[in-house]
């Protein structure tokens, strides 16, 4: 079965390490989303993609970057990480850019920074 | 810039009643759509419902019921006859439409959590 997964499902790093959060999906979706979910706050879109080569930046991006070199992954960098950065991080995927499609979402990876 | 707000942060009832977890939504575009997600406590979220901004119509599902009126900007979500396992936190989310179809991102609300007590 098509599915999205993401990894590690759990992670804890130090204050300025380099972190990266893989998100493969099997669906050949061609969008694929990030977002983190902080207590009152949902969740907030960091990345996103539309394609292979193509990323923009979301709501909330500094301090993450992304790239898509195929239609399957799109993995998470966080360039230096900060304890601001604690949270859970969801990836998803939706086949087109038309708005009406729903996302469907990894299971997430909860990142401590200390 | 589009936004949704579920102002009840959190909510408890009793197994059995009836719950109405509310949703206002902003938005400048007349076409756009509205979501509900569900978490359940293991953290997945799971997809429950799309409308459209065209279709007013009241959508049932089981004991699940979604109503939309634009003249409030609002999409609220009933459990009738609540159950333990609709325990979760319900997530209602907005995107809207774009001329070149770049659309397709999600703005969430904050989240309402529900406990449902035996």
């Known amino acids: 079965d098509a599915e999205i997964t993401q990894s590690p499902r759990h992670k804890i790093t130090e204050t300025g390490r380099q972190v990266t959060l893989a998100c493969h999906q099997t669906?050949?979706?061609?969008?694929m989303f990030w977002y983190r979910q902080d207590l009152g706050h949902g969740l907030r879109l960091i990345h996103y993609?539309?394609?292979?080569?193509?990323?923009n930046k979301g709501e909330v991006s500094d301090g993450y970057s992304v790239s898509r070199s195929n239609t399957e992954d799109l993995p998470l960098t966080l360039e230096s990480a900060a304890s601001s950065q604690t949270s859970v991080y969801f990836c998803?995927?939706?086949?087109?850019?038309?708005?009406?499609?729903?996302?469907?979402f990894g299971p997430g990876t909860r990142l401590t920074v200390t | 810039a589009q936004k949704v707000t579920q102002a009840q942060t959190e909510i408890s009832v009793v197994e059995k009643e009836d719950v109405t977890l509310d949703c206002v939504y902003e938005?400048?575009?007349?076409?756009?759509?509205l979501f509900w997600y569900k978490q359940p406590p293991s953290g997945e979220l799971v997809f429950l419902i799309r409308?459209?901004?065209?279709?007013?119509q009241n959508e049932i599902s089981g004991r699940y019921s979604w109503n939309f009126q634009k003249s409030t900007s609002s999409f609220n979500f009933t459990i009738t006859a609540s159950q333990v396992v609709d325990s979760a936190v319900y997530f209602c989310?907005?995107?809207?439409?774009?001329?070149?179809?770049?659309?397709?991102?999600?703005?969430f609300g904050g989240g309402t959590r529900l406990m449902v007590k035996p």
């Open positions: 409308r459209n901004s065209f279709d007013e």
């Open positions: 989310a907005l995107s809207e439409a774009r001329w070149n179809n770049a659309g397709n991102m999600l703005t």
């Open positions: 998803a995927s939706s086949p087109l850019r038309d708005s009406s499609y729903e996302q469907y």
């Open positions: 938005t400048r575009d007349t076409t756009y759509y």
């Open positions: 669906w050949n979706h061609n969008n």
């Open positions: 993609s539309y394609g292979v080569q193509d990323t």
